[in-house]
Nanobody, 119 residues
Framework: HVQLVESGGGSVQAGGSLRLSCTASGYTPSRYCMGWFRQVPGKEREGIAALDLDGVARYADSVKGRFTISQDNSKTTLYLQMNDLKPEDTAMYYC??????????????WGQGTQVTVS
């Protein structure tokens, strides 16, 4: 059973940085692509960054140039480095794992989420 646990959220002032982590267990890294989504109350969850199975990183326009997605060598920990944070980045951030070669809008597994608040 795949489990994803996020950490690293918190409160930060605009222009600051945070690094989110997602520890994955119970899965075979070579079979899943990984990514990050975020959701604001009353809005749909949006994909913001993902790593395809072939290692290609993809970003939403809203975070391109400010956020960086990466994995450790064992591919059991996913990171999201967030720089130059803006108030509109405030959201609950979710880690996701998808059996497809490229992240879809409905991945197979979700973490519980970690809150990021930018003021």
């Amino acid at each position: 059973h795949v489990q994803l646990v996020e950490s690293g959220g918190g409160s930060v002032q605009a222009g600051g940085s945070l690094r989110l982590s997602c520890t994955a267990s119970g899965y075979t890294p070579s079979r899943y692509c990984m990514g990050w989504f975020r959701q604001v109350p009353g809005k749909e969850r949006e994909g913001i960054a993902a790593l395809d199975l072939d290692g290609v990183a993809r970003y939403a326009d809203s975070v391109k140039g400010r956020f960086t997605i990466s994995q450790d060598n064992s591919k059991t920990t996913l990171y999201l480095q967030m720089n130059d944070l803006k108030p509109e980045d405030t959201a609950m951030y979710y880690c996701a794992a998808d059996k497809n070669p490229r992240m879809t809008a409905i991945p197979d597994y979700w973490g519980q989420g970690t809150q990021v608040t930018v003021s």
